[in-house]
């Protein structure tokens, strides 16, 4: 997922679903091919076209922190007081 947002135009989206492709193992099915292409397209559409997507890049690798985003994104953004 988080290769997704490197890849703001189609062109650089192209080339990285091109070499993935070419670096699948060889025992992939032509069905398990076109699998792969088009949940990465979904995907990067999702992403750069509809834009639903909220994320947040957390450096810190506290879990305590990293719990508190994922509340308050699930909460739409409210910070609750703790006891």
Known sequence: MGRILDFDN???FDEYRNH???HLPGNTTKDQSRLIRSNLERLHRAVWKEQPVAYHTELDQDYDRVLDVFVRA???G???KTA
Do not use: M, Q, R, S
Request: aromatic share 0%.
């Open 10 to 12: 189609e062109d650089a």
């Open 20 to 22: 993935l492709e070419d």
């Open 74 to 76: 699930n909460d739409g």
């Open 78 to 80: 409210v910070k609750h």
